[in-house]
């Protein structure tokens, strides 16, 4: 079956940095796009960026644009999202999605950031 496994999440201070990983299998990974999803508390979960199956299109979310770069390897079945320069907004839990032609939209369980000095 699909999964998706998120992992990297962890506590930064401020103007640090964090390297998220989605490992996937179950599906063919190269042929479909990628997106990472954040939802902090209280907050509805939000688009962080989107790559697709290729890797060579991307799309971010005005918050994060200039500091967040996603990327995938087709090769190991995975997908990244590197976070430079952390702000405190930035705390929620990050989600890797995809959407599978005919069966629906996958996530992962989910990884913690939190941004705090």
């Known amino acids: 079956q699909v999964q998706l496994v998120e992992s990297g999440g962890g506590l930064v201070q401020p103007g640090g940095s964090l390297r998220l990983s989605c490992a996937t299998s179950?599906?063919?990974?190269?042929?479909?796009?990628m997106t990472w999803y954040r939802q902090a508390p209280g907050k509805k979960r939000e688009l962080v960026a989107a790559?697709?199956?290729?890797?060579?299109?991307?799309n971010y979310a005005d918050s994060v644009k200039g500091r967040f770069t996603i990327s995938r390897d087709n090769g190991k079945n995975t997908m990244y999202l590197q976070m430079n320069s952390l702000k405190p907004e930035d705390t929620a839990v990050y989600y890797c999605?995809?959407?599978?032609?005919?069966?629906?939209?996958?996530w992962g369980q989910g990884t913690q950031v939190t941004v705090s000095s």
């Open positions: 999605n995809t959407r599978i032609l005919g069966y629906g939209a996958y």
């Open positions: 179950g599906f063919t990974f190269s042929r479909y796009a």
């Open positions: 790559i697709n199956s290729a890797g060579d299109s991307t």
